[in-house]
């Protein structure tokens, strides 16, 4: 290597590695499009998508206390949010018709993710409280992680990178698509 005052002339030699630049994960890790606090008007994502067009806002089903959407960091092609429109943090916090809702949609979720790409199994769950892992804890969301063996492998384990086979907004059309009608 050079000294401090030339410049480096190991930069070009093959270490062996391939590498995948994921520089648009950096909005994630940086926090854009986090709230800004707890409240509705402070930035919640869960609350402005429903105000906007449903390609835009990557809704994929509107119900009437409730919404599906894709998330915007995915785990896996596919991996959908099921929100309630109000703003609550907590289940226990949910009325009747915003629990029955919340179950339908995500039925009709599994339904839609099952004739859109054949996943072999599921993750369903939500994450309550910044404690236990929600990313965004002020408004409730059930994640479904559609999965398929084989869909870990180094990538996430070794270089901290998910690969996604298709753009959010192909997904989102796809999910739309064959979301159950009733």
Request: overall charge negative; proline content about 9%; some cysteine.
């Amino acid at each position: 290597m050079s000294g401090a005052s030339g410049p480096r002339d190991d930069t070009g030699d093959p270490d062996g590695f391939q590498r995948l630049w994921t520089p648009h994960r950096m909005a994630y890790i940086k926090g854009e499009n986090k709230p800004t606090g707890t409240a509705p008007d402070e930035g919640c994502p869960f609350c402005r998508a429903p105000g906007l067009p449903d390609a835009e806002g990557l809704v994929v089903a509107r119900g009437k206390a409730a919404f599906a959407v894709l998330n915007l960091y995915p785990y896996n092609s596919g991996h959908l949010l099921v929100c309630p429109y109000r703003h609550v943090a907590d289940y226990t916090d949910l009325n009747e018709d915003e629990t029955a809702e919340l179950a339908l949609l995500t039925q009709s979720g599994i339904t839609a993710l099952r004739h859109a790409s054949a996943p072999q199994g599921f993750n369903i769950g939500m994450n309550l409280g910044t404690p236990a892992g929600a990313g965004i804890a002020a408004h409730l969301h059930q994640h479904i992680v559609p999965r398929w063996g084989g869909d870990t492998n180094f990538m996430p384990v070794i270089g901290q990178t998910k690969v996604l086979p298709e753009l959010l907004r192909q997904t989102r059309k796809t999910l739309a698509d064959s979301w159950p009608r009733t």
